[in-house]
């Protein structure tokens, strides 16, 4: 099968499968460093760098091709939106009256959950990991997408006997 | 009105972030482009009419009190220099969208263009001294874009030099910033001029050296000017208005920001920087001169243009500072203007080399008007904007007894003069010069009466009337600067605005 893999034209089922295994894990772990920024190491910008290496990863085990499935999702829409959600989250607490950015509190007991706490830069937060992880990928995207375009050009150019 | 203030800052990034979402559409990226300056410029006109009449504004995001959050701050010299970058950038984008070439062939033009409104807004506001750091690189990150936008070779070469360059300015930008943070414990640009009072004058005027050579990269500051006439003549001829217009201005009002701020007039180098702006002045033009395309002309000439704005800083006089703040405003508009004027000779001509072009008072007189008014007045003949500005420096250097650098900006007045009156030579009145091939020029257009697309020509049109508008209104203006002078002269007011609400 040849998909643009970057490393080589062979399928690898030993990195199919553990890339397969680990992209849920890095997904989870990067929206849980999402919500736990607010009081503990992590945030936006970390959560989104950590899904961009499940996308990353998605691409090593398949080329672009196998990146589609993963995120179907254009990167200019996670660029667009996420910046929209970051500004929008700043401008709500100064449509509210209150000090660009500010944060208002929200406490909830959610059944099942227990108690919910977060802020307003929670959305702000998710802005940015949407941009980030729109960022990843981009990068992905364009430099990935010429570099296999070079290995197929080559490839169907004689170097193959 | 406070709540104001972070608007010229979020509308743009509103904005880029529409445009990306759109980018199948350029139409309804040029509508919200146009819509979120118009907006921009309105708001901005308000906060200067509002500074202007009750006094500096303050809004601290995050409704953190001063030291600890980040402030915004529009002081009048902020809301002045806001106005007129939204004006530019308002007018430059109109004149893009009319010139066939960058921001058709681009979708992230738009985008790149509104994040740089945003840094360069972002700049001018706030009033802390790490957020201005990061201002400053979403500006650079976004004319990295803008500069390289259709990829030639030697656009990523100069490119390369423009990046490396920044970077570098950028670096000791931080590491200055550590030794300040180190040294008074604070970043708010308020606060560390409270706390600067209390350290040794050694200290001090080390701190105030090490900024000047930080933004004397971005301003290109003798002798830290060379990437500029390398990097600015290749990006597209609107983008290199807006740079030509405001980045560098952006460095100058961080120049005048920190050095009025900060530091108390006994330990000030004014001498230092009267010697910086005579040979900033004197090595711009003698560039200029020795050059024979309109573009890198035009581009020494900003270097030297530069060294008056530092000049009257470095009197450290009311009337220099006034002076310095006048020829900010006379040069952006017209600095811009000629800019595109160039850019409209090169869709005229199909190049911007004197000797390739020539005869266009034939064939496009209007541009031949656009181009003489704004010449005239960079070189400084009355009743121009640039004779007033000029005026006022060399008055406020007689003030002072500084009778070598008043010497040295007369004397580059008229070579001024004369690299303009090549120009008007070379382009409009001479024929075309050399007639051969050259695979690198577009052929030349025809351009119909207005001398160009109406797009580009209008923008254009409005801008030199813009300036004439400074001259008419110099009075009320030069008062403005004065009031703004005083201010930056007197920051004790600003400090207690921003830390004693």
């Known amino acids: 099968m040849r998909s643009g893999r970057p490393l080589g034209e062979d399928d690898s089922p030993l990195l199919d499968e553990t890339v397969r295994l680990a992209i849920p894990v890095v997904l989870v772990v990067s929206i849980y460093l999402l919500f736990a920024g607010h009081n503990a190491p992590g945030g936006g910008f970390i959560g989104g760098l950590v899904a961009s290496a499940a996308v990353f990863l998605r691409y090593i085990a398949g080329g672009v091709p196998s990146r589609r499935g993963l995120m179907r999702l254009p990167f200019e829409v996670l660029l667009g939106v996420g910046l929209l959600i970051s500004v929008a989250a700043g401008l709500s607490s100064l449509l509210l009256g209150d000090a660009f950015l500010e944060a208002w509190l929200v406490d909830l007991d959610v059944a099942m959950l227990g108690r919910v706490k977060f802020t307003a830069s929670l959305p702000f937060d998710l802005g940015v990991y949407l941009v980030v992880l729109g960022l990843g990928v981009a990068i992905v995207d364009s430099l990935g997408r010429e570099a296999d375009d070079d290995s197929d050009t080559a490839v169907e150019s004689g170097e193959a006997p | ?501």
């Open chain 2, 1 to 501: 009105m406070s709540w104001l203030v972070p608007v010229p800052v979020v509308l743009p990034l509103i904005g880029a972030a529409l445009a990306v979402l759109v980018g199948r559409s350029r139409a309804a990226q040029r509508v919200i482009s146009c819509v979120i300056l118009t907006v921009t410029l309105v708001v901005s006109v308000v906060i200067l009419v509002e500074v202007d009449s009750n006094g500096a504004m303050v809004a601290h995001s995050g409704g953190w009190p001063a030291p600890l959050g980040i402030s915004l701050v529009a002081d009048r010299l902020s809301a002045i220099l806001l106005v007129l970058a939204s004006t530019m950038l308002l007018a430059v984008l109109i004149y893009a969208i009319g010139e066939p070439g960058a921001e058709r062939n681009h979708v992230g033009f738009q985008s790149a263009y509104l994040v740089l409104a945003a840094g360069v807004s972002a700049s001018f506001l706030t009033g802390d001294l790490f957020n201005l750091f990061v201002a400053f690189e979403v500006m650079l990150t976004a004319s990295y874009v803008l500069l390289t936008l259709g990829g030639r070779a030697e656009q990523i070469r100069s490119g390369m030099t423009y990046i490396v360059i920044s970077l570098v300015a950028s670096s000791l930008f931080i590491t200055a910033l550590a030794l300040i943070y180190a040294a008074t414990g604070t970043v708010n640009m308020a606060h560390i001029a409270e706390r600067m009072a209390d350290l040794p004058l050694g200290i001090t005027s080390a701190f105030a050296l090490l900024l000047i050579v930080v933004f004397g990269i971005k301003a290109a500051l003798f002798p830290l000017f060379f990437w500029l006439p390398d990097s600015y003549p290749i990006a597209p001829s609107p983008i290199t208005a807006v740079f030509a217009g405001l980045l560098t201005k952006v460095g100058i009002y961080a120049i005048i920001r920190t050095q009025t701020l900060f530091f108390p007039p006994e330990s000030q180098h004014g001498t230092l920087l009267l010697v910086v702006a005579a040979l900033t002045m004197a090595v711009g033009v003698l560039g200029a001169i020795a050059q024979d395309d309109v573009k890198r002309i035009l581009s020494f000439h900003i270097v030297s243009q530069i060294g008056y704005m530092v000049m009257g800083l470095g009197l450290f006089t009311l009337a220099g500072i006034t002076g310095a703040i006048f020829y900010i405003v006379h040069h952006i508009v017209v600095k811009t203007t000629l800019f595109l004027v160039g850019g409209l000779i090169e869709h005229a001509g199909g190049s911007s080399r004197l000797t390739r072009v020539g005869g266009m008072v034939r064939t496009a007189p209007a541009l031949a008007v656009l181009f003489l008014i704004p010449a005239l007045s960079l070189a400084g003949i009355p009743p121009f904007s640039g004779f007033l500005a000029k005026l006022a420096l060399v008055d406020a250097g007689l003030g002072a007894s500084e009778w070598a650098v008043v010497a040295v900006s007369l004397v580059v007045s008229l070579l001024t003069l004369f690299s303009m009156m090549k120009i008007w030579a070379g382009v409009f009145w001479n024929p075309v010069e050399d007639h051969s091939d050259d695979e690198y020029d577009a052929p030349p257009l025809p351009v119909g009466r207005l001398g160009g697309p109406p797009f580009m020509v209008l923008p254009t049109a409005a801008l030199v009337v813009c300036s004439l508008a400074i001259s008419v209104g110099a009075g009320p203006l030069y008062d403005l600067a004065e009031r703004a002078a005083s201010d930056l002269l007197h920051p004790a007011a600003y400090i207690d605005q921003v830390l004693r609400p």
